[in-house]
């Protein structure tokens, strides 16, 4: 696949680098930015003939919405869109990140199956200073433990003010506990999680118009394992 990449951030430049790691990517297109020109990398002045563009947010998205429909390709946003297009003539997939699509993506996985008698806490970490009270979450290491507060949608955050990150869910109930998390170097975790989401849009896994990136959560897992990322499993009572 060849992925056209809009970056000015962090994140962007390391999900750069994830996606050049993958044998399925042949190009990466770095837009309006002169880079050095290399056998699967390089400078692009605009989408023409890739599969995927993909921002990290700091550009004017409305441009690269325009962008993405001359060539007919999705395009991927790191943040949550500030405004829904709902007339996009390709798929425009937002939420490409920790909280949205990860949180979502091991919601999928074997050990998170819910009983109608389980308890169910989604959690991830945002920058910030952590809470001296909350609702306990139990993060994978080497973050472990932290406080967190509820989200009008029923999940949880929790700060931190240092370079982890992570995303866990918890279930309690009659058959015991199971916990799945992820924990990893901030920018790095979000960087992986975005170049995931770009690889599952040029696969094909999104339809026309506007979604958030946990709308296909089933297709991201199995992705976020090729690029391997490491998901701890923590199970009780069994």
Sequence with gaps: MRVAV????????????????????????????????????GSIDDVSGFDVLVTDGEADTTDLLAQASVAGCPLVVWP?????DSSATVPVVHDANVSGALTAALATHPATEVSVDDTLTVAWTEPGKPLKRGHPLP??????????????????????D???AG???DIDGASGRRIVGVADHGPYLEALILAGVTIAAARGHYATGTHPASSQAEHLLPIFDELETEIAVWRSGI
């Design 6 to 41: 809009d970056t000015r951030t962090e994140v962007g430049n390391r999900m750069v680098r994830t996606l050049l790691a993958e044998g399925d990517v042949a190009f990466v297109g770095i837009l309006n930015e002169a880079v050095p020109s290399r056998k699967r990398s």
């Design 80 to 84: 949550e869109l500030a405004r829904i």
């Design 139 to 160: 993060f994978p290491d080497p973050i472990g433990v932290l406080w967190g507060k509820k989200r009008d949608d029923g999940r949880y955050v929790a700060f931190r």
């Design 162 to 164: 240092d370079e982890w």
């Design 167 to 169: 995303a866990v869910i």
